[in-house]
């Protein structure tokens, strides 16, 4: 059963930066893609950024040109770099794992606080 850990979460001032990290337990080539989902009290949890195995990327549309994800095979471990945060950002970031075969892992989840 692979896990998913992830940390980097925090408060962080309008404008500032955090870098998510979600640590597989085991090989991150198991799954076809892999992402980071946030979620507001009272709002849908929403897809944030997805990787895929071989590099392809997409961003919702609020994200694009702020948030960056990434991944470091060798330390299986997927990356969300955020930057110019506003109070808009503000949720539990959950990383996401998706098998080839359709099922989901998910990690517990980190907060992020933008605010002054």
């Known amino acids: 059963q692979v896990q998913l850990v992830e940390s980097g979460g925090g408060l962080v001032q309008p404008g500032g930066s955090l870098r998510l990290s979600c640590a597989a337990s085991?090989?991150?080539?198991?799954?076809?893609?892999m992402g980071w989902y946030r979620q507001s009290p009272g709002i849908q949890r929403e897809l944030v950024a997805v990787?895929?195995?071989?590099?392809?990327?997409n961003y919702t549309d609020s994200v694009k040109g702020r948030f960056t994800i990434s991944r470091d095979n060798a330390k299986n471990t997927v990356y969300l770099q955020m930057n110019s945060l506003s109070p808009e950002d503000t949720a539990v970031y959950y990383c996401?794992?998706?098998?080839?075969?359709?099922?989901?892992?998910w990690g517990q989840g980190t907060q992020v606080t933008v605010s002054s």
């Open positions: 085991g090989s991150i080539f198991s799954f076809a893609a």
């Open positions: 996401n794992g998706k098998r080839f075969t359709g099922r989901d892992y």
């Open positions: 990787i895929t195995g071989g590099g392809n990327t």
